[in-house]
């Protein structure tokens, strides 16, 4: 049974573009919340989606967007990157949250 | 909207020592509460999680952690630690479909 899968692995891009994340979910699984973990810190909460609607957000700006099918994989958009967006972003599957939840091993994404 | 404080951001110890990672969170409801594990270059693995029923919960690779309700503390433990048991906890509260964590506490265990 796969886990969650998260792609691409490593991902560097400059200033001012734009990128894509993309997460499947653990089978059975039809939530998928998404995390940033800069260097060094807890992971932080940007948005959780469910039946592909956005249910929870954190605190993070509008240039961070995101998208889930009807096969409940989920995609994660940042425009205008800074540089202070560099970081591990994990994507997280559940089906009920109180059972806890599934990560992905993440996407490292390096801005330059 | 709940928080979680882990108290110590890095805990060295020997192998074989016991060790504790601490915890406290804050929230006006009723919370669920876990311990994850992240070793480098890795996704979050669940170690243990209270929903509710005994204080005490037992987890993977001899951990155990107990909840307080009084003291909103939730600590993790472990009574004889490996090198392998080196890496990054990081405690978590859940609540209404929202997942917060810790700032984590790195774990190294020394021979």
């Known amino acids: 049974d796969a886990g969650v899968t998260q792609s691409p692995t490593h991902l560097i891009k400059t200033r001012g573009q734009q990128v894509t994340l993309r997460c499947s979910p653990k089978s059975g699984h039809d939530t998928v919340s998404w995390y940033q973990q800069a260097l060094g810190q807890g992971p932080q909460f940007i948005f959780q989606?469910?039946?592909?609607?956005?249910?929870q957000r954190g605190n993070f700006p509008d240039r961070f967007s995101g998208h889930q099918f009807p096969n409940y994989s989920s995609e994660l958009n940042v425009n205008a990157l800074l540089l202070g967006d560099s970081a591990l972003y994990l994507c997280?599957?559940?089906?009920?949250?109180?059972?806890?939840?599934?990560f992905g091993s993440g996407t490292r994404l390096t801005v330059v | 909207a709940q928080s979680v404080t882990q108290l110590d951001s890095q805990v060295p110890v020997f192998e074989e020592a016991p060790v504790e990672l601490r915890c406290n969170y804050s929230?006006?409801?009723?919370?669920?509460l876990f311990w994850y594990v992240q070793y480098p270059n890795q996704g979050l693995q669940l170690l243990l999680k209270?929903?509710?029923?005994?204080?005490l919960v037992k987890g993977i690779n001899g951990f155990e952690a107990e909840f307080n309700k009084s003291q909103t503390s939730f600590h993790l433990r472990k009574p004889s630690v490996h090198i392998s048991d080196t890496a990054e906890y990081f405690c978590?509260?859940?609540?209404?479909?929202?997942?917060?964590f810790g700032a984590g506490t790195r774990l190294t265990v020394k021979p």
């Open positions: 209270y929903l509710s029923g005994s204080t």
């Open positions: 929230s006006s409801v009723s919370v669920y």
């Open positions: 997280a599957s559940s089906l009920q949250g109180i059972l806890g939840y599934t």
């Open positions: 978590a509260v859940y609540n209404n479909n929202d997942m917060r």
């Open positions: 989606y469910y039946e592909e609607e956005e249910r």
